[in-house]
Structures are given as structure tokens and as C-alpha cells.
């Protein structure tokens, strides 16, 4: 039986008769001889180093990272990604605190225990080869903590190698500067990668322990947002020139480094040089579309065990899956359908010869993303793309993956789309199945339609769900968790993208661009880019385009979103305005009908808005970053200070 870390976490694992002194106690308790005494204790005290890893699936309550960017929204309510996308979070709001700030300095503070104590079991308990490892662990995961404050809030507070207990000395604490956080967690990436095992030594009994892949791919997406605009001279705005801790250091890199670029290629070809992982591309059909999705859904769906993830939050599929099932749309399974892709989404993807519908010139803009002007006469005549007219298709995931699937009129703006598109996106009209069992009716997203807002507050407000971890062929009637699922948290293939987008930025003429983003495009069925669009080769501007929006294709829905248009500085146009979906407000989904006219979500004549509130998105350069919490500004002098931009 397959022993994921993080589900055991939540179980008896931890919750042993040795709870009373695991569970957050004074340090002459977590300290004490009987737990480190035993190989047992001293293991569980590592799986609580581990435990305060947030819930990657976790989208609709604590993590903002999904709904809060610009590839998809939720009509839930009363949840922190409403505070974001409207504009109304403040240091007052206390739904970021927990998971995305507190817990991490727990998590760090364990690490530290753990690698000072650990050592102290006997060896014929614990060998010594297996103490380094375990202390490797421990040192990862601290600095994976740092990495989600850093991400998140900016420069924090570094405690180097020493306890800490956040609740007392306040009066000396101050922020640490950015070039020294990075400089810290990249030393213990490499201090970890020395130490840590290949890919291969915990094999399908430990999926989701740290690896000397993970702690590379970790310094790697680092420094790739240590390179980009708002960590690296935010784009000549100084913005953040006045923000400094007390000893009057400047706690952001206020002037733009190009080496900095250099630095993130490298650390990202050092984790593709280690050729422990290859991308799911093993599937042998000469048919583009069929080998991109049979290669898709064994990465997403088919094999947790992929060659292609390197380090993996395991969970059982019922989180995600259930919010990704349209509600009712079968008796006696729990669904909540409401992750919409907003249709900058549905537009960032291809047709199946490699050319997008709306030109990627004019979908970077702001106009594009308040949805203007988008018409028959911008598309690309290339691509074939059509919002009119509909022709009858059988959806090429469903026909791959269940024999139920049938032939379904299909607007022809869902025809000839690439492979990821039907991987990624569920659209109003099509067939559901899950394993022998079919849907009540098809996929009604529209206002008195069986999945669509009558049903209450589970609904897709762009008319739009994703896809990309759904299985066709689990009946979640007979199976309640809705499988099992390893959620990526970094993958070669996202490595290979921050690897090509470094290299651009200081080098884009050379040839590693071209042969590792295509790699990336052929897995999928999508012919060379250089094939489709020769005139970007070597152009540094229009090569950074395109590659954003092929990681936004690439990477949608694996929580990397929300951090790339902030630190590209992109998200003052991307989240401000209305997110542009379907008119749910039409009484049916029609062929040709009002349903399919791009709509405005929250304008008061639309009726439905995000989170079920009305308005636009709201996004000033404040939000880049999180504010500290008035908790802290109260407890922290050096906080009244230096808190974030606009704070």
C-alpha cells in the first residue's frame, strides 16, 4: 500500500500515543529524551515537520492562489479570494494569517528542532546515513516555508539556524532584505540537494518526501522570481525605495540585475541535468491529439507515480474533483462545480495546428483583457477559430477515456482546439461521465439549467469548468473520494518553462529555447512554435509573450498563476475590471444563442458576480503583495515601519 505523506499527516500517523508532546508543546517537551530516543518518535516528529505543508488543493477557502488570478474565479462566498480580486483585503483581514503565515514559521521553527536534535537518537535506533537524510528533509522543508512567505509578503523575518518563538523579543525582530532571504534558502536548497535521495529511493511507498530534485526545482522557481520585475527593480517604478527595515537597508533589489536572469537558467538546467525525470510523453499514437491527451491524462490523472513529478502534495481526488463535478449533475455524488475558467483562459489555448485564436499581441493588452473589441475580424484566419456556427463532435477526452461518449452539437469555438483545451475545459452543452455512469442530462450552465445558478451557489458564473484533474472513468457514486491525486507542486515541465524564460531574458537567441519548449509542445500534440510563428525566434520581446502564455496554457490550475502576474507586474491589467465569461443569464444554451456572447461577470444587468458579489476586479500595486497582519504591526515595532507598499 502506497504511503502518502501528507494524507497520513492528517491521521493516526501523527496523533499517537506520543501526541502530548508532538502537538505544539513548550521546548522542554519537544526537546526531551524519550522522543528522540526512539527510531518511532523522532520519525513522527519528521512527518510534523512536514505537516504544516498547506493543502495545495485547498482552492475555495484559505489559498487564494487559483480564484485570485486571472485564470479562473468561483461563486462561492464568503471566502479570502473575494477580498482579493475586490480589492478590499487589508491588514485587518485575518484569512491569510493561518496557512499563509503562521503556520509557516511553525513549520520553520520544527525544521530547526528537528535538524539540531535529531542526531541525538542512537544509531542503533536510526543509522547514521538515514539521520543525514531525515535532517536533509527537515532543512528542505524549512525552506520551502520560507519560499511560501517570501512569494507571498515579500522580505520577512529570517531566523538563520536559530529557535525562535515568534510571541516573545519582538522589540528586536526586523525584516530581512530580499537578497538575503534568497541567498539564505538557496544555501540550504544546495546544503539539502547534497543530502537528500534521487528521485528513485522512496519509490511508490513515500510518494511526497523531499528529494534532491525537489530542493534544486525549489531554488530554481526562487530565483526565477528573484529575476522577474517585482523582485528585480520593478520596472523602474520605486515603487518599493522607501521600504526599509530599521537598520535603513532597502529590503527589496531596487535596481534591475540581469544576472539575475543568468542565476534562475542555471539553477533551473541544474535540476534537468540531473536526468532523474522525464516529461509523460511515452505515448506512441501518431495522432497529435490523441497522443497530447493520452500523455495529459497520464500526468494529471493516470499515474501518481509520474516520471514527470518531482514533488507532489498527495491527497485523495475528492477536494478538487468535487468542485470540478457540475452540481446535480448526478444523483447521489457530492458536487460542487464551481472552478470557472474566466475566458482568457479558454482563449490562452491553441487551435490543433498551433495558432491562437486571438493573436497573442493583442490578448497581452489591457484592452483585451476588459474584453473589448474581441470580433470575428481579430481572429487569426490561420487558426480556422470561429465563434459562430457549431458542428457534431464527440468531446476527444471522453472518447479516449469512456466508451459512453456520443456525438454532441458543439459551438465551433470548441472544434479543432488543441489537446490541453479538452484536458483543461468543460463548456455548457457537453456530456458528463464518470466511469459506467452518464450524466442526468448534459452540461447545463446556463441560469435555469440543472448545473447553472438555480441550483444555488455551486456554479460556474463564467460558464466555463475545468478539467484538468477530472477521470472520466470514476463513478464518484461508487467511489466518494474521487480516487486519489498528486498534485504537482513542482514538475519538469514547469522547470523546463522557468528554465526557458531565464535563458530569454539574457540569451534569447539560444538553442536550448527552441528544444525545451518544444518538447513541452510536442508532449502535447502542438506543433513547433517556431513552425507556426517563425518571426519570434530570437526576439527577446516577442518570445517573453508567448512563452507567458504558453506556461499560462501549460501550468493553469496548478496554483502558479497568481504569482506569475505578480511578479511579472502584469496583474494591474490582467485582475483589474470584469472577468469576461459566457451570458448565464440566457434561458437556454442554444446553438448560436445569447448564452455564447462574451459577457461581463458582476455587471449589475449580468446578475451574477464573482463570489457572488457585483463590480469589477480591483487591483492597485498595493496588492502585489500581502500586508502583514495587524496582529503582527502590533506586536512588532519594526512592522509600524515597514510594512508592505500601500499598507
Not at 334 to 356: E, H, K, R, W
Not at 428 to 446: A, H, P, V
Request: glycine share 6%; proline share 4%; charged share 20%.
Amino acid at each position: 500500500m502506497k504511503k502518502f505523506i501528507y494524507i497520513l499527516f492528517a491521521s493516526a500517523l501523527l496523533f499517537t500515543s506520543c501526541e502530548s508532546y508532538l502537538d505544539r508543546q513548550p521546548d522542554d517537551m519537544l526537546t526531551s529524551e524519550s522522543i528522540w530516543e526512539k527510531a518511532h518518535t523522532t520519525q513522527q516528529y519528521l512527518y510534523n515537520v512536514y505537516s504544516w505543508v498547506p493543502n495545495e488543493i485547498q482552492l475555495a477557502y484559505t489559498l487564494p492562489d487559483h480564484y485570485a488570478s486571472d485564470e479562473a474565479t468561483a461563486s462561492f462566498s464568503g471566502r479570502f479570494f473575494e477580498l482579493l480580486i475586490h480589492g478590499t483585503n487589508s491588514p485587518m483581514s485575518g484569512d491569510h494569517f493561518g496557512q499563509l503565515y503562521s503556520d509557516m514559521y511553525n513549520g520553520i521553527r520544527e525544521a530547526t528542532i528537528f535538524i539540531d536534535n535529531v542526531d541525538r537518537c542512537p544509531d542503533s535506533e536510526i543509522s547514521v546515513s538515514e539521520k543525514t537524510i531525515y535532517k536533509a528533509e527537515a532543512r528542505f522543508m524549512r525552506a520551502y516555508y520560507y519560499f511560501r512567505l517570501m512569494k507571498y509578503y515579500g522580505p520577512v523575518f529570517l531566523f538563520n539556524n536559530d529557535l525562535f518563538d515568534l510571541s516573545t523579543d519582538t522589540k528586536t525582530m526586523d525584516r530581512t532584505p530580499w537578497q538575503e532571504l534568497v541567498d539564505f534558502v538557496s544555501s540550504e536548497c544546495d546544503l539539502a540537494a547534497k543530502e537528500l535521495p534521487d528521485a528513485d529511493f522512496w519509490g511508490n511507498t513515500w510518494q511526497g518526501r523531499a528529494t534532491q530534485g525537489a530542493a534544486l526545482a525549489l531554488k530554481a522557481r526562487l530565483l526565477l522570481y528573484s529575476a522577474r520585475p517585482l523582485f528585480n527593480g520593478q520596472n523602474g517604478t520605486h515603487l518599493y525605495d522607501e521600504i526599509k527595515n530599521l537598520d535603513g537597508e532597502q529590503l527589496f533589489n531596487t535596481t534591475y540585475d540581469n544576472n539575475r536572469w543568468k542565476q534562475a537558467a542555471d539553477a533551473a538546467k541544474a535540476v534537468i541535468q540531473l536526468n532523474q525525470y522525464a516529461l509523460e510523453d511515452g505515448s506512441t499514437v501518431s495522432n497529435d491529439m490523441v497522443r497530447g491527451l493520452e500523455n495529459l491524462t497520464n500526468l494529471y490523472v493516470t499515474k501518481l507515480n509520474s516520471s514527470e513529478l518531482i514533488y507532489t502534495y498527495q491527497s485523495r481526488g475528492y477536494e478538487w474533483r468535487q468542485r470540478a463535478t457540475p452540481k446535480a449533475i448526478l444523483d447521489g455524488a457530492a458536487s460542487f462545480g464551481s472552478i470557472a475558467p474566466t475566458q482568457t483562459l479558454v482563449d490562452a489555448f491553441a487551435m490543433a495546428n498551433g495558432y491562437y485564436p486571438v493573436p497573442t499581441d493583442y490578448w497581452d493588452t489591457e484592452e483585451y483583457a476588459m474584453g473589448k473589441n474581441v470580433t470575428a475580424s481579430l481572429f487569426d484566419e490561420r487558426g480556422n477559430y470561429s465563434e459562430s456556427g457549431y458542428k457534431s463532435m464527440k468531446n476527444p477526452l471522453l472518447e479516449l477515456t469512456n466508451s459512453k461518449a456520443k456525438e454532441k452539437n458543439t459551438m465551433n469555438m470548441f472544434v479543432g482546439r488543441e489537446a490541453r483545451f479538452y484536458r483543461n475545459i468543460m463548456w455548457s452543452g457537453m456530456q458528463w461521465l464518470g466511469g459506467t455512469e452518464e450524466g442526468k442530462t448534459d452540461i447545463q450552465f446556463y441560469e435555469k439549467g440543472a448545473n447553472g445558478p438555480s441550483t444555488g451557489n455551486d456554479y460556474p458564473p463564467t460558464g466555463y469548468m475545468a478539467m484538468k484533474f477530472y477521470d472520466p472513468t470514476i463513478n464518484p457514486k461508487n467511489d466518494g473520494n474521487y480516487g486519489n491525486l498528486s498534485w504537482p507542486i513542482f514538475r519538469l515541465g514547469g522547470v523546463y518553462l522557468d528554465y526557458i524564460e531565464a535563458l530569454n531574458e539574457y540569451d534569447p537567441s539560444h538553442s536550448d529555447i527552441l528544444l525545451y519548449w518544444n518538447k513541452i509542445r510536442y508532449r502535447a500534440g502542438v506543433p513547433h512554435i517556431e513552425v507556426v510563428y517563425p518571426e519570434i525566434v530570437g526576439d527577446k520581446d516577442l518570445q517573453r509573450q508567448y512563452i507567458h502564455r504558453e506556461r499560462m496554457v501549460e501550468m493553469c490550475y496548478e496554483n502558479q498563476r497568481y504569482h506569475d502576474i505578480r511578479t511579472w507586474m502584469k496583474a494591474e491589467v490582467s485582475n483589474n475590471g470584469y472577468v469576461i465569461g459566457c451570458n448565464l443569464r440566457a434561458q437556454n444554451h442554444n446553438m448560436n444563442g445569447d448564452f455564447w456572447k462574451r459577457s461581463e461577470i458582476g455587471k449589475a444587468e449580468y446578475g451574477y458576480g464573482e463570489g457572488q458579489i457585483l463590480g469589477p476586479r480591483v487591483f492597485k500595486a498595493k496588492h502585489y503583495l500581502l500586508p502583514f497582519h495587524q496582529n503582527e504591526i502590533n506586536r512588532i515595532p519594526a512592522l509600524q515601519k515597514s510594512n508592505n507598499y500601500g499598507w
